[in-house]
């Protein structure tokens, strides 16, 4: 079974107090989350000490950085390392989110690099690719996502494509509340898990998660969810929301 998970990213809100409040109010609900379950909360990254620190007695509750850097230590001002993320505990990281790569110029190339080093410190990668909207209007989404796991991802040998999460979040339907159709989610996942096959195999195809992003909210979740080859979300607005990211947590399927 392929493990169901709920991811929250914060991107650049709150404060310190703000996020404490958030996580107080999420983590004293109660989930009854199954094994195959799990919910991340990617958080800015001077908060991620105390996340984790709240998070500790959460066994299927995980804390992720938004970004990491691809070199393990240096001269790199301002960046921060997954020797740094493994020293506190910090487990998963975003890569490649289509705000890294439009407004800090991540390529598919450095992207590889974070990918390539996450696995060696044993982080798993919450992968992110899809198509900006001029891409879908003409009908290219499949190759230009095709091509964006091409260069970041299936150099990967077998026994390490399994260990990172792919998220699908195509650009148009990022924070516009414009969510794409359960159909196309459906869709495009097939499409990410029979490249997936046709490259590894189906053992490997059917053991990846495959989350979705965009617009995301309590009222869409379920049956976005619930489509065969979508095995949760990657939540930016709602996620800032509680009612609304307790009700996504809820959403997943068991
Ligand atoms: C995201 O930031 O990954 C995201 C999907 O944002 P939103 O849910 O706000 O569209």
Redesign the pocket.
């Known amino acids: 079974m392929r493990v169901q998970i709920a991811a929250a990213?914060w991107?650049m809100n709150l404060t310190v107090r703000e996020a404490e409040k958030l996580l107080e109010v999420l983590l004293g609900e109660s989930y009854e989350l199954t094994e195959n379950q799990k919910v991340v909360f990617a958080v800015p990254a001077p908060y991620l000490t105390i996340a984790e620190e709240k998070i500790a007695k959460h066994s299927q509750m995980f804390i992720a950085a938004q970004n990491v850097y691809s070199k393990k230590s240096g001269a790199y001002t301002g960046e921060v390392s997954v020797t740094m993320l493994q020293s506190i505990g910090v487990d998963h990281v975003i890569i490649g989110?289509s705000e890294r790569r439009e407004y800090f110029g991540e390529t598919d190339e450095l992207i590889a690099g974070k990918v390539n080093i996450c696995l060696e410190t044993n982080i798993t990668s919450i992968f992110c690719c899809g198509e900006a909207l001029p891409v879908r209007e003409v009908n290219q989404q499949n190759s230009y996502v095709s091509h964006q796991l091409e260069e970041s991802l299936f150099y990967l040998p077998a026994e390490q494509i399994v260990k990172v999460v792919i998220a699908y979040?195509p650009i148009w339907?990022?924070?516009t509340g414009k969510t794409a159709s359960s159909e196309q989610v459906q869709e495009m996942h097939a499409f990410i898990r029979s490249q997936i096959e046709k490259r590894y195999g189906i053992e490997e195809a059917q053991s990846i998660s495959i989350l979705y992003?965009?617009?995301?909210k309590a009222a869409n979740a379920k049956e976005i969810f619930s489509q065969p080859d979508v095995d949760g979300g990657?939540?930016?607005?709602?996620s800032l929301i509680a009612e609304e990211f307790i009700a996504i947590i809820k959403a997943l399927k068991v």
């Open positions: 990213n991107k989110h979040e339907a990022i924070g992003g965009g617009s995301v990657l939540v930016g607005g709602a």
